[in-house]
């Protein structure tokens, strides 16, 4: 069982707890590891990533609970690291590369914010063909390795965080499979871990993680690996459903990278 999570956010970007809070919940579900994965600074994003100043201050917290917490757990400082946004001039111990927005990023549009705000913007931007919307996050995402640099992809198919049950397009058309193919074997090539994000489902909007499991066989079949991570935005979030996902996983044969002994 894995007892480590390193996708989760704070109250210095769009989490709901602190520092502190986070590693006292993380201490209490009896885990050995943890990593701080808190969004970058990117000025189309302001409201849900760490200001300049607070990125400081984050990096700031999270070596005190280093410090504080040696012996009890392992505590890492990474970052989330949007493609778009301007390289960190710290180091961290690891990166999460993410695709939240595609297009002018004058006025970017977000694929995780509302289902409705999707379809408005496939119909305002790409003449109503969704699939086309689709085809840019994917192309997009196929270039976040040599963007980011990360060592974890983060949320592989995000575009998908609204289509439950296929409420907004058809998962099998085959210009989106043909779209998340090319994406999965660029960065197959990189050698980087695939995320497995419980974090849609810890909100409700989905019943099962990210990436599908379509797209997880396909990346495990061409020698993929994967990461298991919350993306946690609370306390409460830490973890969630790890244990059904990974037998599930074992279902499938996929079993996840210990993430805390990679990074040794």
């Known amino acids: 069982m894995i007892l480590s999570d390193f996708h989760m956010h704070t109250k210095y970007c769009d989490g709901g707890n602190t520092v502190e809070e986070m590693v006292k919940a993380a201490v209490g579900k009896g885990m050995t590891a943890m990593g701080f994965s808190g969004h970058s600074y990117a000025l189309y994003d302001i409201d849900c990533c760490m200001s300049p100043e607070g990125t400081a201050q984050y990096r700031e917290d999270v070596e005190k609970y280093k410090e504080l917490c040696d012996g009890i757990i392992k505590i890492y400082c990474g970052i989330e690291q949007d493609i778009y946004a301007p390289a960190p001039e710290a180091q961290y111990d690891y990166v999460i590369g993410s695709v939240h927005y595609i297009g002018d990023l004058s ?156 990074l040794k």
């Open 107 to 262: 006025e970017p549009i977000s694929v995780d914010y509302k289902p409705e705000l999707l379809k408005k913007m496939a119909d305002e931007r790409f003449g109503g063909d969704i699939y086309a919307l689709c085809g840019a996050y994917f192309e997009a995402v196929s270039q976040v390795v040599e963007r980011t640099d990360c060592d974890i992809i983060g949320h592989f198919d995000l575009v998908s965080k609204f289509n439950e049950g296929d409420r907004l397009f058809d998962s099998s058309d085959p210009r989106y499979v043909k779209a998340w193919q090319a994406a999965a074997d660029k960065l197959l090539k990189t050698g980087k871990l695939f995320e497995i994000n419980t974090g849609a489902m810890s909100r409700g909007y989905r019943t099962s993680p990210y990436p599908s499991e379509d797209m997880m066989r396909y990346i495990a079949d061409r020698g993929g690996r994967f990461v298991l991570s919350s993306d946690a935005h609370s306390a409460d979030g830490i973890m969630y459903s790890f244990p059904q996902v990974e037998q599930r996983l074992s279902e499938l044969g996929i079993v996840p990278v210990d993430f805390a002994e990679f």
